[in-house]
């Protein structure tokens, strides 16, 4: 497959017409020469949002075995792209090969995933109470209810993970699970990454016979593009991984228009890593060589990297550091997605190590090319940190600052203080069970998981996972946006009181056709 | 029970040292002298949210069973006030004393139904993957999912409904389920019906030892004590029922927050009927009948009155439009329930008379009263209602417009033109169906609740409800703000990975001690 520079609107791909863009190349520091892609205009941005809205009520119509099969279409297709996509995702992300390749099997297997969510049907929420005719003083009607798709999503990917949270990650795979078109915005790191992906997607639904406008990819090279993306009345909600000045942005957009619409941001989280007393006596050494290698992961460009450790003072707890140090120190630099990506995290790194009260314990191995990060660690008391505001952003990188207690009063208090994260962690050993029961209700309120004895990186893609929390960690901490429960960011009830056999949806049959675990009459059951 | 005016704030009752208030009766258009209430201050608002933090993870902690005893001695209190609450209601609301009882039935009712949720425990929505230790090239964590409360819930009771969606009504009910403490700001027009109803709460908390705060209900003068509530940090959640501009102002506080939080407004609606030929031409003159009734049923005071009603013109539309003349020319004029209302409704209803193109075809008879409202009943045809939006806007009332289109391609481009809606109705016989299955997917896009043969005042509480639906009808259509899944509106999902038995929740505990139908690895099961 030729990459052209092209966006895809419904089932032409088109020149855009303003500022030319070229992807660039992190490692090398250069951009790449060729294609050119075109950034779009308004006018393209809308013209993919009336096709979507368009093709709403014909997609969300169709049998969910077709629906199933469009996202097995997808797997397979991106699949069928082979080293070519590994190729490009390498040269425009910096990434290794082979967590490309694993990254594109999470991708596969999230649609796939969605597809047996789509048949099984649970999503739709089947309830149904009987009618209650000779009910005084009134009768009750029949009364039965579904979820429906919200209409057509708007999905910002992520630069951070060029496949899985991009043009046809989870976002995309759930929403068109949902029955909702889907228009995507490109990312700017990835641009020739985003178009191999979406003339996948494009070309099965052309394939299929699918609704033109279920799928749609524009290419901007500022914000207004993507703003008129949020702020067009077609556009129901809104998917979007990135930092919290971009997602405030959009969330401020959405607040705005005449028809507010949710929006699912992933934005921000420390991810702090409480090192319980019992286990850092215990086994000190090996959480701290953990910890390390959690933290430069990646060169620390995860959303649930561990940018914070916090433990009671101890001599164990200087043992921790030591070996953190020492382990943390041979790390080699490591290139980053973006020459801005990069910056950012030698500023964020630079204000950390000239905040008063923060001392720096560790760096990394010297960068050798032009976007690399170097790993650091960083000391503090927990007095600084209550006291330092700036000490809870999020560097973005393979950062990380511990902070240390006099005592258990002092740590309940840093977890009392913090925001919402997406992840809480427990180093947590058996006589350290006391003290976890104390920590676990402030940090229920705190994040969306909480891991004992893991680290924060590493989001399964499962039933019971829980990739969100609360703000700022997500806009909307009622949701995660991995998983299969994602798909009910894209849904809502509705309810159909006295329908007659002809029209009453299939979910919500007397016959069960689709047979759906449902709820009659308050029981589940399958009957 | 005497009412004394004061706040209940915690333990405490607080006399409001701001603007002194009276109740009113709007049957006499008169002040209730006694007693007087002290409206609060901000202070007052912070100490009550402050208790409500504090009380969350106390109260959140405790056995379901507790939590379900707390919600059916509320509704037992409530029903023992006997006649006297009756009575503070009628004096407030000027809505009939039978009316009222049955209001309390449902509010007691409800408390009960939650009970009965509580104890059940699917909102709970446990969801369980196993660990895959061998997996390569990853293992996978053992991870559990549960839903919590949010925290502390700010609640806005309706004028409409002083019981039933005030003090103790649906959001109050729903977020005390979810393990949620609930700051009150009672109603300007049934202040001492809510005095009432808050006492029996904060009696039945005490009496139980639950922790202070769980609930507090603060009396306002102007919008800054509901806009600090809203604002508080410790608040998490906002139900609110009334009109538009109130709703949307507590949307842009809530928006404004360092720390966003979900607002449930539950707004306007026109609720528009769908007049179709054959059952027009079978029954007109049942349906013009039962129209009329449902339009004029509590003085039209109803989110879900029918405020329109659409049909292709036909000489069965001419004889409809005749019969609801005739029936609603002979309904009294009712009282009230505000003198505000009743100068909106004025106000609405000679808009709607001076408005181009609409035809006044039918009044009640005249008030007798200083608060009655008049019903009066509007012709349009479809291309004045398309070209004036304000024939869009709920006037709140016994009034409602019939719209007359010329073909279906002009009645199908009504249905798109609308806003969101609660409801939407078919009157509809066997031949309609065709024309039916046409609208259904416009109106599954327009509204939370869609009725066949039916009329859409009278909103049952019971699992399938969905009293919700698109902006501007509420500002969230992802949920419903009446029935057993309005509990959804105040839960969050955490994730608990790898967690020890000594520490897992008990709702995901490997022996299921509370009996839940959980999702084990993709599957339904109580085992």
């Avoid at 629906?67 to 080293?83: H, N, S």
């Avoid at 500022?222 to 809104?238: F, M, Q, R, W």
Wanted: aromatic share 6%; net charge negative; glycine share 10%.
């Amino acid at each position: 497959m030729s990459i052209t520079g092209e966006m895809l609107i419904g089932r032409n791909a088109v020149r855009g017409t303003e500022k030319a863009l070229h992807a660039f190349n992190p490692t090398t520091g250069a951009d790449i020469a060729e294609p050119v892609f075109g950034s779009g205009t308004v006018d393209n941005v809308n013209a993919a949002c009336e096709l979507a809205g368009n093709a709403f009520d014909a997609y969300r119509g169709l049998p969910l075995t077709v629906r199933a099969e469009f996202l097995e279409r997808i797997a397979d297709g991106i699949a069928a792209l082979g080293d070519a996509l590994i190729q490009r995702a390498h040269e425009e992300s910096g990434l290794p090969k082979a967590r490309l390749e694993g990254e594109r099997g999470r991708t596969t297997g999230q649609l796939k995933l969605f597809a047996q969510v789509v048949r099984a049907g649970q999503w739709l929420g089947a309830t149904l109470d009987s009618p209650l005719p000779e009910r005084k003083p009134l009768p009750r009607s029949d009364l039965r209810m579904q979820k429906i798709g919200l209409g057509p999503v708007a999905v910002f990917g992520a630069s951070n993970f060029p496949l899985a949270f991009s043009v046809a990650g989870g976002d995309t795979a759930a929403a068109l699970a949902a029955g909702c078109p889907v228009v995507v915005k490109a990312h700017r790191a990835h641009l020739g990454t985003s178009e191999m992906v979406g003339r996948v997607i494009q070309q099965v639904a052309q394939q299929m016979d699918l609704p033109e406008g279920v799928f749609s990819m524009i290419v901007g090279a500022g914000n207004s593009v993507g703003e008129a993306l949020v702020a067009h009345p077609a556009i129901k909600a809104v998917g979007f991984t990135g930092s919290r000045a971009g997602g405030l942005s959009l969330m401020r957009v959405a607040a705005a228009r005449p028809e507010p619409i949710p929006v699912y941001a992933e934005m921000s989280s420390i991810n702090p890593v409480f090192l319980m007393p019992a286990a850092l006596a215990a086994r000190g050494e090996t959480v701290a060589r953990g910890f390390v290698d959690s933290l430069v992961l990646g060169a620390g460009q995860f959303c649930t990297n561990p940018g914070l450790a916090i433990a009671i003072d101890s001599d164990a707890l200087k043992a921790f550091v030591a070996t953190a140090s020492d382990a943390l120190t041979v790390k080699p630099a490591q290139t980053m997605l973006t020459s801005g990506i990069h910056a950012a995290y030698e500023e964020g790194e630079n204000k950390l190590a000239g905040t008063k009260g923060v001392e720096a314990v560790a760096r990394g191995a010297a960068p050798t090319g032009p976007t690399q990060a170097r790993a650091a660690l960083f000391v503090t008391d927990a007095k600084t940190f209550l006291a330092t505001p700036a000490l809870e952003d999020e560097v973005f990188g393979p950062v990380s600052t511990v902070v240390t207690c006099k005592d258990e009063a002092e740590w309940l208090a840093v977890a009392e203080h913090f925001a919402g994260q997406l992840t809480a962690t427990l180093q947590m050993d058996a006589d350290d069970l006391a003290a976890a029961q104390k920590l676990l209700p402030i940090l229920e309120r705190k994040a969306g998981r909480i891991l004992v004895n893991g680290y924060p990186t590493g989001v399964e893609v499962s039933h019971a996972m829980v990739h969100g929390g609360p703000f700022p960690a997500t806009s909307d901490s009622r949701v995660t946006s991995v998983g299969t429960t994602s798909i009910e960011r894209f849904l809502r009830p509705v309810c159909y009181q006295d329908f007659p056999a002809g029209l009453v949806p299939q979910a919500l049959a007397d016959s069960n056709p689709l047979d759906l675990w449902r709820r009659r009459d308050g029981e589940i059951t399958r009957s």
